[in-house]
């Protein structure tokens, strides 16, 4: 046989996973009304005993107030009307600019408090000097003044606070401080400051036990405030003609150090240069036509010798160069040249070459030509010279064209830095001017200051006092005392570590709810539950009993588990008791089943049947003293088959995890399911001992038994991570014991308020 986990379609786990987690996302983001209204309504007299609570502690506190008098004056702030000349300008008016809150927080200024303190001394007034207030004596004090208490009874009664330990001594000066500390304190709580609508008016207000100190010390706060405007402006005006004083003469000096750095700088041009920078720009623009004329000439001097010493070296016709053919030498010469060679053509035609008048002119020929040619070449020599005085002209323009630049730039230089100490001088010549001006209005206009708000009413002394509205105290108090006890309901419902309602225990454990067993009596005992469940076969539990086992047995429709085991998280949880019904109510249907008894050291079902003189059990069973029908007990009354475990077995020295993990134990399960429908398995606790995690590997489905309100939820989750641990084939929870009255009270739908609401359907 099959003693795996019930087959279950594939991702059937996680997919009822993703489910709940769908569902429980949603639920976080819903707010119940109807639960949270239930749970209100469950614990209304726990909100009816602190509103009641509330409400007598508004009356005592409204019949105990001391009467309380409260005068008012009024004063109007208005800084327009006080702008005085510039002076805002020169020292702006914070005052001016604020609002009436920045307005409010002078009034409540430790300066203005402490004027007022010391002109009305209420310092030495005990509604405001807690130190001149008589302390009240404890009892125990008064009780001391008539009998004299050992020192280590008045120690102890010292440390619980029912004597006062005599005063340490302290430093007079940090006492006066403190004592004045105090003083500024009450007399700052006592003012109320009132802006009137949306105006400039403000409603300065003081609450005393004493009308006529309600009265002085709200005119006394008027006046100090409007004193204070006034001092304030006149500090400051004053401030300002000081630090004007201090600012004209620093620009007087920084006047006259500017003006004497421009006669300087004007002193030192003139003896550097000795001509102004106009002079030095003629003289610039007259060299810079010099030197471009001289550039031209020296280009023609210099074409020209290029020209002549061109014309010797190619050996050119001198009459085709004009300026040899202007020198007047070599005219004449060429005019006696041509004479000689006109002789010489007519005596070729009567004598010989070699005949000596042809030999002479010949000879005059060559003088000629000779003279020819050292005047070309003195010609080109002058006009070599011409092109060497135009270069050097040329050199000593640019240097004294060079000289000049320089003269014109160190001017230019120092005439930039002229105008630029020119216009230092002029602007603090400027501002000088205006902030002397602003001086004279300033020491002007001194003594016309005043204040920028003025009393439109002074206070005047209540007739009657403060009336505070004792039905407000009260409504409030109830109010106080209602909310307390819905946030101590809440905190109750908060605190509970158990489990109410089977959508908290689906909710936390993920698992399905198989069912929900109610409770047949509050002190009945187990073996009478089985007396009234066969009794009243139509009433609620045997109905809830039949519901998880169709529960259990359609966990796994496919193959529906003939295996299961009970177990819990603790004992006493009705494991027993319920293994005992649904084995019953399997009978009634006409299927078989037995019970298995597994807790070897604490057994609970022969107790419980009356088995215990029973010779044979569980152990004989797998130690092969008894056969299964020898060692199955049967109830006579019932007809249960039940293999149970005796006392005489109990005591055997063997391990009882040895022996339910053994091979003879799950060879008998697996021969108990060859002969009965059914078989349960009803195991140990399971964060008690390791049996159940054991047990489950024998079962096809485990039902984990929680008992309602008591069970801790953390036992829960941690019993069934233990079996999640060893993968038991946990096919639901079912909750045990529950008190369906109370229940209701917990769950305004679901198995709980239908069950309470049709009762009529069951025979109790």
Known sequence: MNKLQPKQPEGYHAQRLYVTDAVQDDDADTIDIRALLLTVWHGKWIILVCTLIGATLGFFASTQTTPIYRATATVMFDPDRTNIGNLQQITPDRQARGSLQDQMQVLRSTVLIERVIDQLNLDRNPEFNPYLRVPEPKLLDRFGEWVTLPPEI??????????????????????????????IRNVNARIILTQVDLSRVIDISFRSTNPVTAERVANAFAQQYIEDQVASKIDRARSATDWLTNRVDELRVKVQAAEKAVEQLEFEMSLQVGQSSEITRSQLSALNGALSQARVEGSRAEAVYSRLTQALEEGSDLGAISQFRASPLIQGYRREEVELLNQRA????????DNRAMQL????????????????????????????AAEAQQKALREELSVLEGVLAEQSAQQLELRQLNREAEASRVIYENFLGRLEEANVQLDLLEADAHILSPAERPLSPERVSERRTQLIATVIGAIVGVGFVFLLDRLNNCFRSSGELEEMTRETVLGVLPTAGRRMRRARIIQYVRERPKSSLVESVRNLRTSILFSNIDDPPKVVMFTSSLPREGKSTTSMLVALTSQQMGKSAIILDCDLRLPQLAGLIGAEAHQYG??????????????????????????????????????????????????????????YDLVILDTPPTLVVSDARIISKQADAVVYLVHWNETPRGAVLEGLKELRSVGAPIAGVAMTQVNTGKAAKYAYSGYYSYKEKYTSYYTN
């Open 154 to 183: 008045m120690e102890i009664a010292e440390n619980m606070g029912l004597v006062s330990p005599p005063p340490p001594d302290r430093d007079p000066v940090e006492l006066g401080r403190r004592e004045r500390l105090a003083v």
């Open 618 to 675: 569980l152990m004989s069973v797998l130690e092969g003293e008894a056969t299964i029908d020898e060692a199955v007990y049967k109830d006579a009354e019932t007809g249960l088959h039940i293999l149970t475990t005796v006392k005489e077995e109990q005591s055997s020295g063997v391990n009882a995890a040895d022996i339910l993990s053994s091979r003879k134990f799950a060879q008998l399960i697996e021969d108990l399911s060859e002969r």
């Open 361 to 388: 002119i010949d000879q005059r020929l060559e003088r000629v030509r000779e003279r020819i040619q050292d005047e070309v070449a003195v010609i080109v020599e002058a006009a070599e010279l011409d092109l060497r």
């Open 346 to 353: 007519e005596l070729e035609f009567t004598f010989a070459v």
